[in-house]
């Protein structure tokens, strides 16, 4: 045996138990998830029938489930742009030299160590049409426009936020943008610390005000990080199970039924496990096709950026 | 200029962390509540609804939950507790208060002991009996649906 054999051998060695592991535990089950889209695989009967892709035809064909795709997009359109960007803001804010950030930043990363069960408990309780303290709060401010005389910019104070479709939807992303804050923050700050000082100072020499050095010098070397927020948090929302099983359990009127709540009702409800498998197909598949657009336009932009 | 601006960046901090924090002391707040009680308001999340005794009345005195009698002769103990109310209740009719009546006799010397109850929470009567004699040992304990033991 040469040595450049042994060589391999080792390292093939070093290798294999992160590769079994991987194998055993993620690559395993999907190709099993993928035998069984191909399949009539209800879990209580006996006989499984192989139908091809008549899984995925059914699919295609099912308003319900296209309904789901479509509040998952909206999902993914609507809480992935506002959690990005509020990151990135609060990021920028925590960054500056002052007193206390630290503070700051612990306290915006305490949301994402709770258990989102016990969370999605709490947003119930916040969001309830009596004594909620969502409606509270409008109260108050109702209460304040009182005191002052103001007409007009008065809120109903008993409002049902799980029970109207929007307020439902828009609920769900207020979770989502208040939970994964702190992680999103944490990571764009340890892009913001990596940019150079001497960067700044040059700015500063040019004349550029605050929003400049933000605009061309923080944006521009922030592109690999918001690259990387941007894709975790699409795929984070594209999974997005807990807060809709504890809040609204794809209701009201299946406006907040998403994809994966969908596939679990499917499995787990219905007991269709061959349907439920070509759903995770066609959820992995949305997931690819839209990681692989933000890389191209990020990457397409940061070339640009280049250019100029 | 820089003040207004570190002041703003401060307020802003400051605004964003409340929006963060007050779902979390809400969960805590919450977490006080007997559990069938009802969602707490925003001034009372931090007050809830509890039991506490009050005194000793009657043939003993005292504010201690515990009391410790002799059963030598009749005597009518009377125990008082109050329910302290959190601003989610506070505006409903009250309850009726309640009242119980128990009689524990000696068997040795006849004598009855009439403890009567006002109010949320019941006595537990103990006979004891060791080298000092024998005595019968009272301890308040308000209503266990409330969460509070507050002596």
Redesign the interface.
């Known amino acids: 045996m040469t040595d450049r054999s042994k060589h391999n051998w080792r390292g093939y060695a070093l290798i294999a138990p992160a590769a079994i592991y991987l194998a055993v535990f993620a690559l395993a089950p999907i190709v099993f998830a993928g035998w069984m889209s191909l399949h009539r695989w209800h879990l209580l009967k006996p006989e499984r029938p192989f139908v091809g892709l008549a899984n995925f035809i059914t699919l295609a064909q099912d308003p319900f489930f296209r309904n789901a795709v479509w509040n998952t997009l909206v999902f993914v359109a609507v809480g992935v742009p506002l959690s990005v960007v509020s990151s990135l803001l ?1 990021a920028a ?2 960054s ?1 030299p ?1 007193r ?2 630290g503070l ?1 930043r612990t ?2 990363y ?2 994402a160590v ?1 258990s989102q069960v ?2 999605s ?3 119930t ?2 969001l ?1 049409p ?4 969502a409606n ?2 409008l109260a ?1 401010w109702n209460a304040l426009l009182d005191g002052v005389h103001v007409q007009g910019l008065h809120f109903a104070t008993d409002t049902n936020f799980l029970e109207r479709p929007g307020f439902a939807m828009a609920s769900l992303v207020a979770m989502f943008m ?1 939970i994964g ?1 702190g992680p999103r923050m944490i990571i764009f700050v340890a892009g913001i610390q990596n940019i150079p000082e001497t960067l700044y100072e040059a700015a500063v020499l040019d004349g550029c005000t ?1 929003w400049r050095k933000f605009r061309h010098v923080t944006l521009p070397l922030l592109l690999p990080t918001t690259l990387f927020v941007l894709v975790t948090t699409t795929i984070a929302a594209f999974q997005i199970f807990t807060p809709v099983f504890m809040l609204t359990r794809g209701g009201p009127q299946r406006s907040t039924d998403v994809v994966l709540y969908h596939i679990y009702a499917e499995a787990w409800q219905k007991l269709e496990a061959g349907m439920a498998s070509a759903m995770s197909f066609v959820l992995l598949a949305m997931i690819l096709v839209v990681s692989a657009a933000q890389f191209r336009m990020l990457r397409h932009g940061d070339g640009e950026e280049a250019a100029e | 200029m820089r003040w207004l601006r570190n002041a703003t960046v401060y307020a802003l901090l400051t605004l964003i962390a409340a929006s963060t924090i007050i779902p979390l002391v809400w969960m805590v707040g919450t977490s006080l509540h007997p559990s069938m009680a009802q969602t707490p308001t925003l001034s009372g999340i931090l007050r809830p609804d509890k039991s506490r005794f009050v005194e000793w009345t009657g043939d003993a005195k005292g504010l201690s939950p515990e009391l410790t009698v002799a059963p030598d002769h009749s005597q009518r103990i009377e125990a008082t507790f109050v329910t302290i109310e959190s601003e989610s209740t506070k505006d409903q009719p009250p309850e009726p208060t309640r009242e119980q009546t128990q009689v524990y006799r000696d068997a040795e010397t006849g004598a009855e002991i009439t403890i009567l109850t006002h109010g949320a929470g019941t006595v537990r009567a103990t006979p004891i009996a060791d080298e000092a004699g024998r005595r019968l040992r009272l301890r308040a304990v308000p209503d266990s649906k409330y969460y509070f033991e507050n002596y």
């Open positions: 609060v804010l925590v500056q002052l206390g950030v700051f306290v915006f305490v949301p709770c016990a969370i408990m709490v947003w309780w916040i309830m009596t004594n909620g303290l509270s709060i108050g208040w804050l605050t």
